[in-house]
């Protein structure tokens, strides 16, 4: 490089210098006024949403009640009770509708939920889970609102098959006894979450 262009050189980087010493100031106090800006925007749309049970209480650490179990193509409608690891109690409680298993997932968050009911005896509040379809809705509310499944599988297990595995995703997972009559098989419903209303938004708060 030339004597010529070793002064251009320094010349530019000279002028740099001198815009940067100039504009930086402007430039960071723009920026820093934009970030403030933002930020205020976004506090001002969280606090004009209203605080949901879920924000107010974070993830649940048992199963909430009073909880209800809905499924229009089978017109089920019955209290999930939750049920216990002591056998006699949770024959006692079954014996009064649907059980939610204790130590599986709590409705609409990650995790296997699992709900058994008796078929035919008691109240029988799973006697037409078979009539199930993929694609059919099951409806879960709690105090926290109202959580939509939809049915994805239907099968007969062994009695032995452990349906209690817990998952990543927030599925359903209902078992009764078959056939009808009978304990050799367990019917099995999985149903993964589709949506969920907050009891905010439920009409009159329900």
Same mark, same amino acid.
């Given at each position: 490089?030339? /004597?010529?262009?070793?002064?251009? @050189?320094?010349?530019?980087?000279?002028? %740099?210098?001198? @815009?940067?010493?100039?504009?930086?100031?402007?430039?960071?106090?723009?920026?820093? /006024?934009?970030?403030?800006?933002?930020?205020?925007?976004?506090?001002?749309?969280?606090?004009?949403?209203?605080?949901?049970?879920?924000?107010?209480?974070?993830?649940?650490?048992?199963?909430?009640?009073?909880?209800?179990?809905?499924?229009?193509?089978?017109?089920?409608?019955? +209290?999930?009770?939750?049920?216990?690891?002591?056998?006699? *109690? #949770?024959?006692?409680?079954?014996?009064?509708?649907?059980?939610? #298993?204790?130590?599986?997932?709590?409705?609409?968050?990650?995790?296997?939920?699992?709900?058994?009911?008796?078929?035919?005896?008691?109240?029988? $509040?799973?006697?037409?889970?078979?009539? #199930?379809? $993929?694609?059919?809705?099951?409806?879960?509310?709690?105090? /926290?609102?109202?959580? *939509?499944?939809?049915?994805?599988?239907?099968?007969?297990?062994?009695?032995? +098959?452990? %349906? =209690?595995?817990?998952?990543? +995703? $927030?599925?359903? =997972?209902?078992?009764?006894?078959? $056939?009808?009559?009978?304990? =050799?098989?367990?019917?099995?419903?999985?149903? @993964?979450?589709?949506?969920?209303?907050?009891? *905010?938004?439920?009409?009159?708060? +329900?």
């Amino acid at each position: 490089m030339g /004597r010529k262009g070793t002064v251009t @050189a320094v010349t530019l980087s000279a002028a %740099v210098v001198v @815009a940067l010493a100039i504009l930086g100031p402007y430039l960071y106090d723009r920026m820093r /006024r934009s970030s403030a800006e933002a930020g205020r925007n976004t506090t001002e749309a969280d606090e004009s949403r209203p605080l949901t049970h879920d924000d107010l209480l974070g993830p649940p650490l048992s199963f909430e009640t009073p909880a209800f179990i809905r499924i229009p193509a089978a017109e089920i409608d019955e +209290e999930v009770r939750e049920g216990s690891d002591i056998d006699g *109690e #949770l024959y006692t409680t079954l014996s009064m509708g649907p059980v939610h #298993l204790t130590h599986t997932g709590f409705p609409g968050w990650p995790g296997n939920c699992v709900i058994s009911g008796h078929r035919t005896t008691c109240t029988r $509040p799973f006697n037409r889970l078979d009539e #199930l379809k $993929p694609g059919d809705a099951i409806f879960i509310q709690n105090p /926290r609102g109202v959580y *939509e499944y939809q049915v994805s599988e239907l099968r007969y297990i062994d009695p032995s +098959e452990n %349906v =209690t595995l817990q998952t990543e +995703e $927030p599925i359903l =997972t209902l078992t009764t006894c078959a $056939p009808e009559g009978d304990a =050799t098989l367990r019917l099995v419903v999985r149903a @993964a979450l589709k949506a969920f209303t907050p009891v *905010e938004e439920m009409k009159g708060g +329900e």
